[in-house]
């Protein structure tokens, strides 16, 4: 069975709530394209206005980070009840950006993993290796730990369903896509690594994202790849571009 491509823009830390609609207003007619879930993460205090302007649309709403307990003494954190009630879908785990600013680990990912998919909640759990990993040849050991550590008690049908996030974090926001060839060999790679904890069903049911400067450009060629289901789009879907990058195949 093929895998419905899956394309996601991760917003990180920009729009306020009144420009978060603008955008979604703007994106809204370009992102129609009925052969791709279509994914915004957004800032948590735009959840709820971006739920609100997405009405009538195919576009989703995910969230950047949510927290792995149900409520209580937690200051700042998102509960996963709290997404859901605002309409939440999706919610990107583990986040580069997240694990080297913000002390996320491949622990505390595994955690919310497990309350993500308690909640019906949709992960795209994010990897990715350093330059310095890439050039010492250990980026998809590196990598199949970060899998294997974020799926730990994971169930094979939980798994289908979830969404991977291949980001080589020398490649985010540096211009500087992967190339189609390194992007499909790590994604590949992942897919592998899915057959070795659970089965080839599994595998070919879960959903790989590349994600790096992917852009109007890029996005056709690596989204044609036998193992890349789709991308997580950081800069480019801010922009109009991101309606140019959802319909790649038109
Ligand atoms: P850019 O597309 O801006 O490189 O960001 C990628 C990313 O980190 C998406 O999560």
């Known amino acids: 069975m093929a895998r419905k491509k899956i394309i996601a823009g991760n ?3 920009n729009m306020t709530p009144s420009e ?3 955008l979604v207003n703007t994106l809204k007619p370009l992102v ?3 052969e791709v879930d ?3 993460c957004v800032p948590a205090i735009d959840i709820i206005p ?5 009405k ?3 576009i989703q709403v995910g969230a950047e980070n949510m927290y792995f307990e149900e409520k209580g003494a937690f200051t700042g954190e998102i509960s996963p009840n709290m997404l859901t009630d605002a309409g939440v879908k999706y919610v990107v785990l583990g986040h580069s950006e997240r694990r080297e600013y913000f002390a996320e680990t491949s622990e505390t990912v595994n955690k919310k993993m497990l309350k993500a998919f308690e909640h019906g909640i949709t992960p795209i759990m994010c990897c990715g290796e350093t330059l310095e990993q890439r050039e010492q040849g250990v980026t998809m050991d590196f990598i199949r730990q970060q899998v294997k550590v974020g799926f730990l008690n994971v169930t094979a049908d939980q798994a289908k369903t979830a969404v991977i996030a291949y980001e080589p974090i020398w490649a985010i926001g540096t211009g500087k896509t992967a190339t189609t060839e390194q992007a499909e060999e790590v994604c590949k790679g992942i897919r592998e690594c899915i057959v070795e904890i659970y089965d080839e ?3 070919d049911a879960i959903r790989i994202q590349y994600g790096g400067s992917v ?7 690596l989204f044609a790849q036998p193992d890349i289901d789709g991308g997580l789009v950081g800069g480019a879907s801010l922009k109009p571009d991101f309606g140019a990058i959802v319909n790649y195949n038109k």
């Open 11 to 13: 917003w990180k830390m």
């Open 20 to 22: 978060a609609v603008e």
């Open 32 to 34: 129609a394209n009925e």
């Open 38 to 40: 279509v994914v915004f």
């Open 50 to 54: 971006v739920v609100e302007a997405a």
């Open 56 to 58: 009538g649309s195919n």
């Open 201 to 203: 069903a599994t595998a």
């Open 215 to 221: 852009n109007a450009k890029t996005a056709p060629e």
